[in-house]
């Protein structure tokens, strides 16, 4: 799907330059795409228009700061271009409900309350699962220090000598009867640390829970060590789905955080990714006699 190439590009482009002045009329050259068509896009795939992009992130990188630094609350709101502390002070309330300071004193109160009762590091995490073949290598937490936006995000990690013969997700599913007969995309943000291979995941299956449609960006894996990036799956759900199953699956080992899951649908002019190709099969068996 070239527009997902798109927002990937302009996501790598703006992570990259967070605490330099961005100018949205730069775009066209770096990205190769017009600021009008690619605002579009953005909008479309993300939610958030670039400009609010911007924002959120700068914000969500203050409040690791706040809490990880001793750096002046001004020091922070300058490095992310904010023009005064005041400014600063505001976009970061409207964000985090506090003001810098305050989030700073109360979240620092928090982590260290958490850290003592977290005796063995382990939280339950409500909707999601951690399952894959073989669990006991692999480890699913909330991580409040390393999050896209807000104050999280979902951590997956290997915990030993992981081999490419073995893997861990996280998961959830639910009901598609809201989805039937509808394309829907799937979009999240990864994040991921020495990675043997890793990406997103989407299953549609039916009630006996034969898979109908299913990509797990194997063709587009993640491999290594990257910055947050935008990744989207598109699938069909046809009239006999009965539950939807999705996540994010970790082969090998390393470390992938995920944020911002996002469902909607969208129209046949979106390309499905479903690697099970059921449509390109023939509607009737041929040459049964061998002879053409």
């Not at 949205?24 to 600021?35: A, C, E, R």
């Not at 996540?247 to 390393?254: N, Y």
């Amino acid at each position: 799907m070239y527009y997902s190439e798109i927002t990937r590009k302009t996501v790598s482009y703006i992570e990259s330059n967070l605490t330099e002045d961005i100018n949205l009329n730069s775009f066209t050259s770096v990205i190769g795409y017009s600021k009008y068509n690619l605002s579009r896009l953005f909008k479309k795939d993300t939610g958030k228009s670039i400009v609010e992009y911007i924002r959120l992130r700068r914000l969500a990188l203050a409040a690791t700061l706040l809490l990880e630094t001793e750096e002046s609350i001004l020091t922070i709101g300058f490095l992310f271009r904010f023009q005064s502390q005041e400014a600063f002070s505001r976009a970061f309330k409207e964000v985090y409900s506090l003001p810098p300071g305050k989030y700073r004193q109360l979240m620092r109160a928090v982590r260290i309350i958490k850290e003592e009762n977290d005796l063995n590091n382990q939280e339950q995490i409500n909707g999601w699962n951690l399952s894959g073949s073989y669990t006991e290598l692999y480890d699913l937490t909330v991580d409040d220090k390393v999050f896209h936006t807000g104050t999280k995000s979902g951590l997956l990690f290997a915990k030993g000598e992981a081999n490419e013969q073995q893997f861990g997700t996280m998961m959830q599913g639910f009901q598609a009867e809201n989805y039937k007969n509808k394309r829907i995309k799937m979009s999240c943000f990864l994040k991921t640390e020495q990675v043997t291979k890793c990406g997103a995941w989407l299953r549609i299956d039916n009630v006996s829970g034969d898979t109908l449609q299913f990509d797990n960006m194997d063709s587009r894996s993640i491999h290594g060590t990257t910055d947050w990036n935008h990744y989207s799956i598109v699938l069909d759900v046809p009239e006999e789905s009965a539950s939807i199953h999705f996540g994010v699956l970790l082969v090998g080992k390393g470390k992938v955080w995920a944020d911002g899951f996002r469902f909607e649908e969208v129209n046949e002019k979106v390309d499905s990714t479903n690697m099970l190709f059921q449509d390109n099969l023939p509607k009737q068996p041929i040459n049964l006699d061998f002879s053409e």
